[in-house]
């Protein structure tokens, strides 16, 4: 069965990078319009306009800071004028401020909880409107494996993970009778700039614990990501897909 998601909008924010690009570039060719959103305007509508041209699907590129409310509120309107609103929602943005706990600032624990866990927050309630009132939608939350190991220099991201999966399987039941699925993907270690920074010597540490030994691709987690946006995952909310490689 191929996965079809023609008549469907699609936001996913974080877009012009990493997972969430090749989230968007995986919903755009299975016929979706694609809303791309990031902290940079210019760089979202770029990212947006390469999608077009590569998959031949509608796109919008626009800017969503999580971290700034009203920017929010403002890519909603133009969306909502756009498209009517969204069927598939896709929270992948998040950042990581990683420090040792007793180094940890409370601004380092702010602005980690602020965009990750309560931007998730206010996109998702901006966004379920419309699944609600047609009984159709779907919540996919990028959280990680961290959320179920814990990871010494994370708390902060860890927490926010692991309250992103809360959320999930809360929502998730509030939304089941009407048809609204919300789940989760937890990647493990994957190739984007989020890691590129890390030293050499960690890296190394963390694929002897990868079972299939290597890092995944962010093309990986998009298949994940997409087979809950299909009918194929039609009786599936409330979970959490790990792809990690085995590591966990
Ligand atoms: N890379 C990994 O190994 C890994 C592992 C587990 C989970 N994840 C999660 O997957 C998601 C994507 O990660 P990635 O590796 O592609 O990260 P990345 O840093 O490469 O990209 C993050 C994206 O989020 C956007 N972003 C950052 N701050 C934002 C804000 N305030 N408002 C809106 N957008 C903002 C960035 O512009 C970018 O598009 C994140 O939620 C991350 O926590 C990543």
């Known amino acids: 069965m191929e996965i079809r998601l023609e008549g469907k909008t699609a ?94 600032s409370e601004q380092d624990w702010e602005e980690v909880i602020r965009v990750n866990l309560t931007g998730t927050f206010l996109v998702t309630k901006r966004a379920v409107k419309k699944m609600i009132k047609q009984r159709w939608g779907r919540i996919v939350n990028l959280t990680s494996v961290v959320a179920f190991t814990g990871n010494a220099g994370q708390t902060n991201y860890a927490a926010s993970k692991a309250g992103l999966v809360g959320f999930t399987k809360s929502l998730a039941k509030e939304l089941a009778p009407r048809n609204v699925l919300v789940n989760a993907v937890a990647p493990g270690f994957i190739e984007t700039d989020m890691t590129a920074g890390l030293p050499e010597e960690l890296k190394k540490r963390y694929l002897e614990e990868i079972p299939l030994g290597r890092f995944g691709r962010p093309e990986e987690v998009a298949g994940a990501v997409l087979f809950l946006c299909s009918e194929l995952a039609s009786y599936v909310t409330g979970t959490v897909v790990h792809v990690n490689g085995g590591m966990y």
């Not at 690009?21 to 016929?31: C, D, Q, T």
């Not at 319009?33 to 699907?57: C, L, P």
């Not at 509608?58 to 969204?86: C, H, M, N, W, Y």
């Open 11 to 104: 936001l996913v924010t974080g877009s012009t990078r990493g997972i969430g690009r090749a989230i968007a570039y995986a919903l755009a060719r299975a016929g979706a319009t694609v809303v791309v959103t990031g902290t940079d305007a210019e760089r979202a509508r770029r990212t947006a306009q390469s999608i077009a041209d590569e998959t031949g699907a509608k796109t919008l590129g626009l800017r969503l800071d999580l971290s700034d409310p009203p920017s929010i509120d403002e890519a909603f309107k133009e969306i909502e004028t756009a498209f009517g609103g969204v069927d598939v929602l896709i929270n992948n943005a998040g950042i990581t401020r990683d420090k040792l706990f007793l180094r940890m």
